[in-house]
């Protein structure tokens, strides 16, 4: 089956523990993303990658790290996690030249206390 | 700044009647347009993809873009209680893969 994949798909964490979500996608897409999203916020995106070793800030990037070695995996890093970064989490998947249609995981819901 | 503006709801249908929703995007340049519908708690889910002018249909759904006029809508006909959802606007603005996304709207699908 096509899918996204996200572990953990909760996390209660204290502030200032690193963290790590994992982002997988087994569709050979090239292109990965991270958002988040916030009551009245909406979607924000935080990183992408183009493709391995190549990755660029979304809107919201400060306090968040990425990095892509393998193609199927784009995971996303908190250093030192704040409260203000308690949020729902999506990683999304796309194929180059397809429309640029994006497919989401399933979602993880971050809670920094 | 690059906005996407959807219709706040929420917008309530009764079952069986058409629901509307409107999207407007502020970049002229924009090519993609996209309609997810979003259920509580879990994660955006492609519905339908549109990328000329005019009307593109798939099933019940249809999505009708305007570029003159920068707007998107999506028509949901015979509405059923399982439509109830949060609807998702994204716009694809410079040709790549950054999508930015509208705040959504909410659609409640009374029997």
């Known amino acids: 089956e096509a899918q996204v994949t996200q572990n953990p798909r909760y996390l209660i964490t204290v502030t200032g523990k690193k963290l790590t979500v994992t982002c997988s996608q087994n569709m050979n897409h090239e292109y990965m993303s991270w958002y988040r999203q916030d009551p009245g916020l909406g979607l924000r995106q935080i990183y992408y990658s183009m493709n391995v070793e190549v990755t660029d800030k979304g809107d919201v990037p400060e306090g968040y790290k990425v990095s892509r070695k393998e193609k199927r995996n784009f995971p996303l890093i908190l250093e030192s996690p704040s409260p203000n970064q308690t949020s729902l989490y999506f990683c999304?998947?796309?194929?180059?030249?397809?429309?640029?249609?994006?497919?989401f995981g399933p979602g993880t819901r971050l809670t920094v206390t | 700044q690059k906005e996407v503006e959807q219709n706040s709801g929420p917008l309530s249908v009764p079952e069986g009647a058409i629901a509307s929703l409107n999207c407007t995007y502020s970049?002229?340049?924009?090519?993609?347009f996209f309609w997810y519908r979003q259920y509580s708690g879990k994660s955006p889910e492609l519905i339908m993809s549109i990328y000329s002018n005019g009307d593109k249909e798939d099933g019940r759904f249809t999505a009708q873009l305007n570029k003159a006029s920068q707007y998107v809508s999506l028509l949901i006909r015979d509405s059923q209680p399982s439509d109830s959802a949060t609807y998702l606007c994204a716009v694809n603005y410079r040709n790549d893969y950054k999508l930015s996304f509208g705040a959504g709207t909410t659609v409640t699908v009374r029997a």
């Open positions: 970049d002229r340049v924009s090519q993609s």
């Open positions: 999304a998947s796309a194929r180059q030249g397809a429309g640029y249609e994006q497919y």
